[in-house]
């Protein structure tokens, strides 16, 4: 079986952008418009295709990250040349970011959907972070032109003034909102309207009288831009040569995938225009395999440094980048060939156990639609079946079968159990990403949960230092137990001088032990045991049962008794000392503080700051964003429970936040009553 299409006619891209801003709307037009599909099926009546999964049709967003294999034939192409497209639709809300970092690990080129209205959002910036983390080139497309309040001009200048200055105007819109009715391109000065009942024809025209003057102004910009990446080029137009648009489209071409211009187009795909032409644009200017730089990699058997380019006949190589359980077939492993070729039945070697394992079946995704293929070739972006590295054993109960595999898809996803409750406890970027979690446990896997409001990660720490001595002597008949120590205890992240609560310090949430023991007073064999007394004993704090944290222990004298002394007598004798210090060390809880950004139109930014500082909030900054104020605080995890619901109705639904991990701090004495008063 050979290839089916030249190397470089393939392109794997990503669509990114920040929640509702239409990249799965985008993808769905793509899907329609490359024959992948035969009807439109719409986000808001829950019919899409890459969201397959029930808990992303109901709720009308992207969860996970959805592959997607199609073919395109450029508008203007009269060859009609194919060129395969493997696509991934990531997700926007800020609980599922991790979809988007490991997917652009993998991919070659990305079109970055913004909101015509919005422009560059909070979510935008971290996507266009982590494809600047990645090195991936990018194309913009501004969506939503047909909506009251859009605007191209200030969604690019936003994207200029928060993302990067080498934003170029591939195209101006004729027209906005009700009146959108195509776009001009700049390159080839000519206008684009589409017509049929979903914009699949598209007729070509001249430039409107009334934008003549703006567009010969913003392509003399944009070929300035682009003759900036080429000086025999510059040369030549400095000089007042005409550049041929073959020259102009390649140095494009290679300045996009240099990461030194980024496109700018502009339309609806709600409204079926302009989709079509980013995906000639795709064509033309993202990458294909052979246009990246050869994977470096290590040797497994030598650890020398290695590469592989992006070639059928070199070794093979790949990435796996997802796993994802598949109702059908069991655990898929999503994976992306950066050289050679593969075989379905074929053994490949897995770095990560360091075992050969055998391939029993290749599948291609579009979406929740399995095309079983025998070989894939460099380049190729496909799913195994079969391969054991995240299996669970036959014999677990049901729920932990799901929470395995739950947490095999998603790193983001942990999972703990509470030795003192029996609760098995997870973890999550946020409330929606657990809640779908859950209810993907109930449809999935048929697992029925008692699910409790979510938990802070509350700590506890020490404020004081103090001494104690303790002795565990037991006599029951025969050989006893004795276990004597003396430990001074302090706090590893000390008060300055007069403060009453340490704010904003960077806790390690750490441990120090010293053995000041000397001439043999506690023999060394145990000294270890009481180590690992000292760290049992910070399992369970003193006031309210949660993890004592940022503590230094001194061991600094004891006994021992030549016959009934043992590791485990020490080791209890010191984990009852620590409970005693803990408790003269004037105990304190510990809270996460979140480091807050708020995005909010001007009219609301009063509402917005009250509504923090009651939350126990630190207004930390102001700034203006284009349209928006942004307001940086810094606010305890407890209080932001709920948040995105207050602020969207205190905003008309016009504000956004994102949150992360700042730091730890001690909280106030009535709040941490009421800790004490929930934990009993």
Same mark, same amino acid.
């Given at each position: 079986?050979?290839?089916?299409?030249?190397?470089?006619?393939?392109?794997?891209?990503?669509?990114?952008?920040?929640?509702?801003?239409?990249?799965?709307?985008?993808?769905?037009?793509?899907?329609?418009?490359?024959?992948?599909?035969?009807?439109?099926?719409?986000?808001?009546?829950?019919?899409?295709?890459?969201?397959?999964?029930?808990?992303?049709?109901?709720?009308?967003?992207?969860?996970?990250?959805?592959?997607?294999?199609?073919?395109?034939?450029?508008?203007?192409?009269?060859?009609?040349?194919?060129?395969?497209?493997?696509?991934?639709?990531?997700?926007?809300?800020?609980?599922?970011?991790?979809?988007?970092?490991?997917?652009?690990?993998?991919?070659?080129?990305?079109?970055?959907?913004?909101?015509?209205?919005?422009?560059?959002?909070?979510?935008?910036?971290?996507?266009?972070?982590?494809?600047?983390?990645?090195?991936?080139?990018?194309?913009?497309?501004?969506?939503?032109?047909?909506r009251t309040g859009a605007s191209f001009e200030r969604s690019f200048q936003s994207i200029l003034d928060r993302l990067n200055k080498n934003a170029v105007r591939m195209q101006l819109p004729i027209g906005a909102e009700g009146d959108f009715e195509g776009v001009v391109d700049l390159l080839k000065m000519k206008s684009y309207r589409h017509d049929g009942k979903m914009g699949e024809q598209i007729i070509e025209g001249e430039v409107p009288e009334?934008?003549?003057?703006?567009?010969?102004?913003?392509?003399?910009? +944009?070929?300035?831009?682009?003759?900036?990446?080429?000086?025999?080029?510059?040369?030549?137009? +400095?000089?007042?040569?005409?550049?041929?648009?073959?020259?102009?489209?390649?140095?494009?071409?290679?300045?996009?995938?240099?990461?030194?211009?980024?496109?700018?187009?502009?339309?609806?795909?709600?409204?079926?225009?302009?989709?079509?032409?980013?995906?000639?644009?795709?064509?033309?200017?993202?990458?294909?395999?052979?246009?990246?730089?050869?994977?470096?990699?290590?040797?497994?058997?030598?650890?020398?440094?290695?590469?592989?380019?992006?070639?059928?006949?070199?070794?093979?190589?790949?990435?796996?980048?997802?796993?994802?359980?598949?109702?059908?077939?069991?655990?898929?492993?999503?994976?992306?060939?950066?050289?050679?070729?593969?075989?379905?039945?074929?053994?490949?070697?897995?770095?990560?156990?360091?075992?050969?394992?055998?391939?029993?079946?290749?599948?291609?995704?579009?979406?929740?639609?399995?095309?079983?293929?025998?070989?894939?070739?460099?380049?190729?972006?496909?799913?195994?079946?079969?391969?054991?590295?995240?299996?669970?054993?036959?014999?677990?109960?049901?729920?932990?079968?799901?929470?395995?595999?739950?947490?095999?898809?998603?790193?983001?996803?942990?999972?703990?159990?509470?030795?003192?409750?029996?609760?098995?406890?997870?973890?999550?970027?946020?409330?929606?990403?657990?809640?779908?979690?859950?209810?993907?446990?109930?449809?999935?896997?048929?697992?029925?949960?008692?699910?409790?409001?979510?938990?802070?990660?509350?700590?506890?720490?020490?404020?004081?230092?103090?001494?104690?001595?303790?002795?565990?002597?037991?006599?029951?008949?025969?050989?006893?137990?004795?276990?004597?120590?003396?430990?001074?205890?302090?706090?590893?992240?000390?008060?300055?001088?007069?403060?009453?609560?340490?704010?904003?310090?960077?806790?390690?949430?750490?441990?120090?032990?010293?053995?000041?023991?000397?001439?043999?007073?506690?023999?060394?064999?145990?000294?270890?045991?009481?180590?690992?007394?000292?760290?049992?004993?910070?399992?369970?704090?003193?006031?309210?049962?949660?993890?004592?944290?940022?503590?230094?222990?001194?061991?600094?004298?004891?006994?021992?008794?030549?016959?009934?002394?043992?590791?485990?007598?020490?080791?209890?004798?010191?984990?009852?000392?620590?409970?005693?210090?803990?408790?003269?060390?004037?105990?304190?809880?510990?809270?996460?503080?979140?480091?807050?950004?708020?995005?909010?139109?001007?009219?609301?930014?009063?509402?917005?700051?009250?509504?923090?500082?009651?939350?126990?909030?630190?207004?930390?900054?102001?700034?203006?964003?284009?349209?928006?104020?942004?307001?940086?605080?810094?606010?305890?995890?407890?209080?932001?429970?709920?948040?995105?619901?207050?602020?969207?109705?205190?905003?008309?639904?016009?504000?956004?936040?994102?949150?992360?991990?700042?730091?730890?701090?001690?909280?106030?004495?009535?709040?941490?009553?009421?800790?004490?008063?929930?934990?009993?």
């Amino acid at each position: 079986m050979e290839r089916d299409y030249p190397l470089e006619m393939l392109r794997n891209f990503g669509i990114i952008a920040h929640i509702d801003a239409g990249k799965t709307t985008t993808s769905e037009r793509i899907l329609f418009y490359t024959g992948m599909t035969h009807k439109i099926g719409e986000v808001h009546e829950g019919e899409t295709v890459t969201d397959w999964m029930e808990q992303e049709r109901e709720r009308g967003i992207t969860i996970t990250a959805a592959a997607v294999s199609c073919f395109w034939t450029k508008t203007d192409d009269p060859a009609k040349t194919k060129y395969r497209f493997n696509i991934i639709d990531t997700p926007g809300h800020i609980d599922f970011t991790v979809e988007v970092k490991r997917s652009l690990r993998v991919l070659d080129g990305a079109v970055v959907v913004f909101d015509g209205v919005a422009g560059v959002e909070p979510q935008s910036e971290t996507n266009w972070r982590y494809a600047d983390e990645a090195q991936v080139p990018r194309i913009c497309f501004i969506n939503k032109l047909d909506r009251t309040g859009a605007s191209f001009e200030r969604s690019f200048q936003s994207i200029l003034d928060r993302l990067n200055k080498n934003a170029v105007r591939m195209q101006l819109p004729i027209g906005a909102e009700g009146d959108f009715e195509g776009v001009v391109d700049l390159l080839k000065m000519k206008s684009y309207r589409h017509d049929g009942k979903m914009g699949e024809q598209i007729i070509e025209g001249e430039v409107p009288e009334n934008m003549l003057a703006d567009a010969e102004k913003y392509r003399a910009e +944009l070929i300035e831009k682009i003759v900036e990446n080429d000086e025999t080029l510059m040369n030549e137009y +400095l000089a007042g040569g005409v550049i041929p648009m073959d020259k102009l489209k390649a140095t494009l071409r290679k300045a996009v995938i240099a990461n030194a211009i980024f496109p700018v187009f502009t339309g609806t795909a709600l409204k079926n225009k302009g989709v079509q032409l980013v995906l000639d644009a795709v064509v033309d200017y993202l990458p294909s395999p052979m246009d990246i730089q050869a994977m470096k990699g290590t040797d497994p058997r030598t650890d020398e440094p290695i590469e592989r380019h992006a070639s059928d006949t070199e070794p093979f190589s790949a990435l796996a980048f997802k796993l994802q359980s598949d109702p059908f077939v069991g655990q898929l492993t999503f994976f992306r060939v950066y050289s050679g070729t593969l075989e379905a039945g074929s053994y490949i070697y897995n770095s990560t156990t360091g075992e050969k394992e055998r391939l029993s079946r290749i599948v291609r995704l579009q979406a929740d639609q399995r095309e079983e293929v025998k070989k894939v070739f460099a380049g190729d972006i496909a799913a195994a079946v079969g391969l054991k590295n995240a299996k669970t054993k036959a014999d677990q109960e049901k729920m932990g079968m799901a929470l395995k595999r739950l947490s095999d898809e998603d790193p983001t996803f942990r999972i703990t159990t509470n030795a003192e409750t029996a609760e098995t406890v997870i973890w999550g970027m946020g409330e929606l990403h657990l809640e779908i979690l859950v209810d993907r446990m109930k449809r999935e896997f048929s697992v029925e949960t008692n699910v409790g409001r979510p938990q802070v990660a509350y700590k506890e720490t020490i404020t004081k230092e103090a001494e104690v001595e303790n002795k565990y002597i037991k006599q029951s008949g025969g050989r006893g137990q004795y276990g004597h120590v003396k430990i001074r205890m302090k706090p590893l992240v000390p008060l300055a001088e007069g403060e009453t609560v340490a704010k904003n310090v960077k806790r390690e949430q750490g441990f120090e032990f010293i053995n000041s023991i000397k001439g043999g007073v506690i023999p060394q064999e145990y000294i270890s045991p009481i180590e690992k007394g000292l760290k049992e004993g910070m399992e369970r704090g003193i006031l309210a049962g949660y993890n004592l944290v940022d503590i230094s222990v001194e061991l600094y004298d004891g006994s021992f008794h030549e016959v009934d002394s043992s590791e485990i007598a020490f080791k209890i004798a010191a984990a009852q000392a620590l409970q005693e210090a803990a408790r003269k060390a004037s105990p304190v809880i510990l809270e996460p503080v979140m480091k807050v950004e708020v995005v909010t139109p001007d009219q609301f930014m009063g509402d917005v700051t009250g509504n923090l500082s009651s939350k126990r909030g630190q207004i930390e900054g102001m700034e203006e964003r284009g349209m928006y104020k942004v307001v940086k605080a810094k606010v305890p995890l407890s209080e932001m429970f709920g948040y995105i619901t207050s602020l969207r109705s205190m905003t008309e639904g016009r504000a956004s936040f994102t949150m992360e991990f700042d730091h730890y701090e001690i909280v106030p004495t009535n709040v941490a009553q009421t800790i004490i008063e929930a934990r009993k």
